[in-house]
C-alpha cells in the first residue's frame, strides 16, 4: 500500500530569505506513529505548517492519500488533523462550542455523539460549558487536542503535545496517542523528550537545521546504535586494572570502585562470560553487577553533534 | 462550497455579538439619541426645513449610515484580526476552505450585526421624529449594499493591521472625516461651492445622498449615480480581497 502521507523534496524559505527546510523527503505509513525530534529551530514546527496549509511551501510535493496538499488542499486537509504547538485558543469560548465548531469549518454535519466522544475520551467532558479561560494549561492542550479531533481526521499532528505538562499527564497523554493508533490514526508528533518518543513512537526521525538526518524503526535505531554497558562493582577499589583483565572494551571507574565493560548485544559473543570468570580468576570480589542499556539519548546528541561538526 | 463551514463561522461570529448584546445595543442607542438632543431639538429648532424636511427628521438617514459604517467596518476588521491576534488563525489556514468560504463567514456575519443595529436606531428614530420612508425597497437594499460593502472594507482593514492601533487608524483617521463631511448633517447644496465640487469626490456623499432619497425623494446627486458609486466600492473591496487571497498577503508566509 502507498504510505498515507507522502512528502518529496519539501522545502520551505521565509520571506526574510531564511531556509528553515532544506529538501525533506518522508514517506509515512499508514497507522504508524513517527515521533520528530530535533533541537529549537530544527524546523519541526515549519515542517508541520507546510503540510497543513499554515506557510505555503517555496518548493516539493506533499501528498495525503494521494491528495496534492495545495493543488487539491481540500481533500488533503479534510484528513489531516493539527495541535499545534503554542495553545491557541478563544478565552471566552465554551470547551464544547469551540469543538464543534471546529468540525463544522471541517464541512462535516453537526454529530453530537461524536464529540461527545472525543470529550469523555480527554477527560473534558464535565468541563465541556467552561469558558477555556478557566481551564488549566494541561486541560488547554487536551481541548486543542479535541479539536482536532472533532472532525475525525486519519491523519494526526501534534507539535510538541507534552511540553509544559507534568508526568502524570504526559503518561495520559501517551495513553490518548495509544487510543488513537489503536483506532487507526496516523500519528506524527514532535517532542523534545527523547523518553518520549522512545515510549511511544514506531518509527523515530531526527531533524536539524531544515534536514531530516535520519528516519528509521525505534527497535532497529536502538539496536544499531545502542550498545549496552556491564558494570562491575567491586567490594575493593583498584588502582589500575589488572594486567589479564587489559581490554579496549574494558575501563575503569573513576573513583576504581568498578570496571565497566561496553559490548554489542548483537555480536557472536558479548564475551561476559569470559570477562566474570577473568575477574573471578583474578581473585576480585563482586558487589553487585549492573547492566545498562544507552538510550536514545545518546545516539540523538551523538547525530546532531555529528552533522555540527 | 464547504457552506457548513461558512455556517460555522457566520454563527460562531453572530454569538460572540449576542454574548454582549446589551452593551452592543445600548451604546448605538444612545450616542443616536444624544445626536437627535443635540442636533436635532438644540440646534434644529432654530434651522428651518432643509429641502422641505424639518432638520431632525432630515438628519435620520445620515446618522444610521454613520453608525452602520462604522459598525460594520469595526466588526469585520475586528472579527478577523482577531484570530491573528490570539493564533486560532492556525485552523482558517488548516481546514479545507477558500477564500470565498472565510470572507463570505466573517463579512456576512459584520454586515448582519451592522444591519441589526442600523435598525435599532431607525427604531430609536421614530421616538424623536417624524418619518415617512418614500421608497421602504430601496431603502433596505441601500442599507443592506452598506453593511456589505464596509464589511468587505474592515475585512481588508483587520487583515492588513498589525496591532490594535492599526486597526483604529483607518477609522479614525479616513471613514469618521468622510462620513461627517458626507454630508449626515447637512445638505451639501448648503456648501460653498467649492466644497460643493471637493465633496463629489467622497463616496460617502453618494451613499448618504441615495439613502436620504430613499427616505424623503430628494437627493443631492441622481440616484443612478449613488448606485454606481457604492457598486464600484463594493467591486474594489471584492477585488483587493481576491488579490490577498490570491498571494496570501499578510495571511499565509
Ligand atoms: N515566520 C517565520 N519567519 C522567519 N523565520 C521563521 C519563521 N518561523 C520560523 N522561522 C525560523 O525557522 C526555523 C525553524 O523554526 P521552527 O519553528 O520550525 O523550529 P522547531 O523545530 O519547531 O523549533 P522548536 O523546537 O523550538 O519548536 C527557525 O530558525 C526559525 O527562526
Ligand atoms: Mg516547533
Redesign the pocket.
Known sequence: MPPILDIRGLRKS???G?E?LKGVDLQIERGEILALL?P????????ISTICGITMPSAGTVTAEGHDTVADYRAARSLIGLVP?EINLEPFEKVIKTVQFSRGLFGKPADPAHIEKVLRQLSLWDKKDSQIRALSGGMKRRVLIAKALAHEPRILFLD?PTAGVDVELRKDMWEIVAGLKADGVTIIL?T?YIEEAEAIADRIGVIAKGELLLVEEKSALMARMGQKQLEVQLTEPLDAIPEALQSDKLSLSPDGSALIYTYDTRGERTGITQLLSKVAAEGLVLRDVVTRQSSLEDIFVGLVHEDAA | MNWTAVKSIYIFEMTRFFRTIAQSIISPVLSTSLYFVVFGAAIGSRIDEVEGVSYGAFIVPGLIMLSVITQSISNASFGIYFPKFIGTIFELLSAPINFLEIVLGYVGAAATKALFIGTIILITAFFFVDISIAHPVAMVAFLILTCISFALMGFIIGIWAGNFEQLQLVPLLIVTPLVFLGGSFYSISMLPPVWQVISMFNPVVYLISGFRWAFFDTADVPILTSLLAIGAFTAICLGLIWWIFKTGWRIR?
Open positions: 521565509y520571506d526574510d531564511f528553515a530535533g529549537n529551530g530544527a524546523g519541526k514546527t515549519t515542517l504547538q510538541e514532535t523534545h | 508566509e
